[in-house]
């Protein structure tokens, strides 16, 4: 059974941090883009962050360069998600996705999805 399950999430205060991970079963991460998506309470979902299987290439939207790392652990078949510096527009309900392949990850390529992690980053 393919399945992704989002863990890590929580209250933190401004400026602080907090390490999201996303651990697959069914298939191998290693082979597989993940992209770390969100989606804050009256807003669309947003990519955030995507890594790209076989490469590892790794992309981010600007809001969050320099704060948000992502990696892949392929032993514990894992992705994570890395942020600091966390400010309270970060504030969401965080998704990883996956696809076999390459990023991005866009509407239309069906993808396996998590349930979701909520942050929510305190002022």
């Known amino acids: 059974q393919v399945q992704l399950v989002e863990s890590g999430g929580g209250l933190v205060q401004v400026g602080g941090s907090l390490r999201l991970s996303c651990a697959a079963s069914?298939?191998?991460?290693?082979?597989?883009?993940i992209g770390w998506f969100r989606q804050a309470p009256g807003k669309e979902r947003e990519g955030v962050s995507c890594i790209s299987g076989s490469d590892g290439n790794t992309d981010y939207i600007d809001s969050v360069k320099g704060r948000f790392t992502v990696s892949r652990d392929n032993g514990k078949n894992t992705v994570y998600l890395q942020m600091n510096s966390l400010k309270p527009e970060d504030t969401a309900v965080y998704y990883c996705?996956?696809?076999?392949?390459?990023?991005?990850?866009?509407?239309?390529?069906?993808?396996?999805w998590g349930q979701g992690t909520q942050v929510t980053v305190s002022s």
């Open positions: 069914g298939f191998s991460v290693e082979y597989y883009a």
């Open positions: 996705a996956a696809v076999f392949g390459y990023c991005p990850i866009v509407p239309d390529r069906p993808a396996t």
